[in-house]
């Protein structure tokens, strides 16, 4: 195509190495900030991303319905750069170079194309800003509620070919963030008593968004990686020789390392548990909470036996946090709620996530017409 770049401009060159390989620790919030320059060839503008140093201000953060979970190093203003850099490439999104003026301005509606719960709109919001800041964007709904079918929660206005360039990056987020919030609304809500937790079981690079999402759905997070929490897992403990053997190592570890922070086991049997207790009962130990993996039993009819469940939460009896984890479901996690175990861990909340359907459209009426014969509304 005339009059389109075919070299890497020079701030795309400046961003690459930036995002190419991990993601620096960020001063805290790790807030993002990567507006676009928008540099004129001959008649048509090439769309550029530059790092910035400029955060969110607070007062933007303490509006959040759901403030995205904290993390040392994790650093959302590369996640964003790295979708968005991933969408330009080096020559920025031909078509609109091509189709629309540069001086084009339009207004585009967000509209829910299924029932669910909506998340992602902070970090749509926050995407919308940095391709262009001058883009204005309004919601009649907040992260956490629930939107229908063919309901129109928000609306963008501004120069057309900025929030076409947005548009595809911040729908992938808000897509699968909703849907990780819907599920985990869910799975919180039939839990109860008991709160619903995500594992690890993130997609790679997304685990803030993902436990963001979580949160937003009603749930609670776990440990947000390998650093936070001490998690003794049954390949530490075949390793390790045993529970006790486990459980020994690891006090005496934080003992040298004068380190204070959560400590979980993993128990498959109720001979684990009891281990478990007796160690705790004859030694000084920091731990915290006891997983009961796989002790929710599928049967033949498909429902779930919880006796060895309920059984385990009795030893147990109130002197350490407990944790049900394995078989897991919409269907059986009303049953685990009620055993008396404190937490119940899924990690289909992130790992086995349906995204939710949501359209950004300028034409809005014929857009819910297609939808409507489509019967995708």
Same mark, same amino acid.
Request: charge should be neutral; hydrophobic fraction near 40%.
């Given at each position: 195509m005339?009059?389109?770049?075919?070299?890497?401009p020079?701030l795309f060159?400046?961003?690459?190495?930036?995002?190419?390989?991990?993601?620096?620790?960020? !001063? *805290?919030?790790?807030?993002p900030?990567?507006?676009? @320059?928008?540099?004129?060839?001959?008649s048509?503008?090439i769309?550029? $991303?530059?790092?910035?140093g400029?955060?969110?201000?607070?007062?933007s953060l303490?509006?959040?319905?759901?403030?995205?979970?904290?993390?040392?190093?994790?650093?959302?203003?590369?996640?964003?750069?790295?979708?968005?850099?991933?969408d330009?490439?080096d020559?920025?999104?031909v078509?609109?170079?091509?189709?629309?003026?540069?001086?084009?301005k339009?207004?585009?509606?967000?509209?829910?194309?299924?029932?669910g719960v909506?998340?992602?709109?902070?970090?749509?919001?926050?995407?919308?800003?940095?391709?262009? !800041? *001058?883009?204005?964007v309004?919601?009649?709904?907040?992260?956490?509620n629930?939107?229908?079918?063919?309901?129109?929660?928000?609306?963008?206005?501004?120069?057309?070919? @900025?929030?076409?360039?947005a548009?595809?990056v911040?729908?992938n987020?808000?897509?699968r963030?909703?849907?990780?919030?819907?599920?985990?609304?869910? $799975?919180?809500?039939?839990?109860?008593?008991?709160?619903?937790?995500?594992?690890?079981?993130?997609a790679?690079?997304?685990?803030?968004?993902?436990?963001?999402?979580?949160?937003?759905?009603?749930?609670k997070?776990?440990? $947000?990686?390998?650093f936070?929490?001490?998690?003794?897992?049954?390949?530490?403990? @075949?390793?390790?020789?045993?529970?006790?053997n486990?459980?020994?190592?690891v006090?005496?570890?934080?003992?040298q390392?004068?380190?204070?922070?959560?400590v979980?086991?993993?128990?498959?049997?109720?001979?684990?548990v009891?281990?478990?207790?007796?160690?705790?009962?004859?030694?000084?130990?920091?731990?915290?909470?006891?997983?009961?993996?796989?002790?929710v039993?599928?049967?033949?009819?498909?429902?779930v036996?919880?006796?060895m469940?309920?059984?385990a939460?009795?030893?147990?009896?109130?002197?350490?946090?407990?944790?049900? *984890?394995?078989?897991?479901?919409l269907?059986?996690?009303?049953?685990?709620?009620?055993?008396?175990?404190?937490?119940?861990?899924?990690?289909?909340?992130?790992? *086995?996530?349906?995204?939710?359907?949501?359209?950004?459209?300028?034409?809005?009426?014929?857009?819910?017409?297609?939808?409507?014969?489509?019967?995708?509304?």
């Amino acid at each position: 195509m005339s009059g389109i770049s075919t070299t890497l401009p020079p701030l795309f060159r400046s961003l690459a190495p930036k995002i190419s390989t991990s993601f620096p620790p960020p !001063p *805290s919030p790790p807030i993002p900030s990567l507006p676009l @320059s928008l540099h004129k060839t001959h008649s048509r503008r090439i769309v550029a $991303m530059a790092m910035s140093g400029t955060r969110i201000p607070t007062a933007s953060l303490e509006s959040m319905v759901v403030k995205p979970p904290s993390h040392p190093t994790y650093d959302l203003k590369s996640v964003i750069a790295l979708a968005l850099s991933e969408d330009a490439g080096d020559r920025g999104d031909v078509t609109c170079l091509a189709t629309v003026p540069v001086d084009m301005k339009a207004e585009a509606h967000f509209i829910a194309k299924e029932d669910g719960v909506i998340a992602g709109i902070s970090l749509a919001e926050m995407i919308f800003n940095e391709v262009d !800041p *001058s883009l204005k964007v309004e919601w009649s709904q907040k992260d956490g509620n629930y939107v229908h079918k063919g309901m129109q929660f928000g609306k963008v206005y501004g120069c057309a070919c @900025s929030i076409i360039v947005a548009e595809r990056v911040a729908l992938n987020f808000m897509q699968r963030m909703s849907g990780i919030a819907t599920l985990t609304k869910a $799975m919180a809500d039939a839990a109860h008593p008991a709160c619903i937790l995500e594992t690890r079981k993130t997609a790679p690079g997304l685990r803030l968004v993902d436990k963001w999402a979580v949160l937003i759905g009603g749930g609670k997070n776990h440990r $947000m990686g390998l650093f936070d929490m001490v998690m003794i897992k049954d390949n530490h403990i @075949s390793i390790a020789g045993g529970v006790t053997n486990a459980m020994k190592s690891v006090d005496q570890f934080l003992e040298q390392k004068n380190l204070q922070m959560p400590v979980e086991v993993e128990t498959r049997t109720l001979e684990e548990v009891k281990e478990v207790l007796q160690y705790a009962a004859q030694n000084r130990t920091s731990l915290t909470r006891i997983m009961l993996d796989n002790m929710v039993v599928p049967l033949p009819n498909g429902d779930v036996d919880v006796t060895m469940l309920k059984d385990a939460v009795t030893l147990i009896n109130g002197r350490f946090e407990t944790e049900a *984890s394995g078989n897991v479901t919409l269907e059986t996690v009303n049953k685990i709620g009620q055993t008396g175990v404190a937490y119940i861990s899924s990690g289909a909340l992130t790992h *086995s996530v349906k995204a939710l359907d949501i359209s950004l459209k300028i034409d809005t009426e014929l857009a819910l017409q297609v939808g409507r014969r489509t019967n995708r509304a």
